[in-house]
């Protein structure tokens, strides 16, 4: 079983950075991809951003590319999403997620969860 907690969020003016972490604990972290998901109110969940266990694959949705920066420390049980130049868009919930098994990249399916740190962007 992984338990993983998101920390970071918080309310900030548009064009402002934030970097969220998701501190994970319990087993094989560092085989596992990790994804940054949100869900803005009134929308679907949205995969913003996914890492697999060495870094060598990242994904990124459209909307996010060139502002936001996904990392891991397999040492520290820990992935990062820095955020840059923040839009009121950006708005949402922010999940952290872990994939134990996939078989296309970007994975779809992850087995473990956060509860969610809240990003509120003004304009």
């Known amino acids: 079983q992984v338990r993983l907690v998101e920390s970071g969020g918080g309310l900030v003016q548009a064009g402002a950075s934030l970097r969220l972490s998701c501190a994970a604990s319990g087993r094989t972290f560092s085989s596992y991809a990790m994804g940054w998901f949100r869900q803005a109110p009134g929308k679907e969940r949205e995969l913003a951003a996914t890492i697999n266990w060495s870094s060598s694959s990242i994904y990124y949705t459209d909307s996010v590319k060139g502002r936001f920066t996904i990392s891991r420390d397999n040492a520290k049980n820990t992935v990062y999403l820095q955020m840059n130049s923040l839009k009121p868009e950006d708005t949402a919930v922010y999940y952290c997620?872990?994939?134990?098994?996939?078989?296309?990249?970007?994975?779809?399916?992850?087995?473990?969860w956060g509860q969610g740190t809240q990003v509120t962007v003004s304009s």
């Open positions: 997620a872990a994939a134990r098994y996939y078989g296309s990249w970007p994975p779809l399916e992850y087995d473990y």
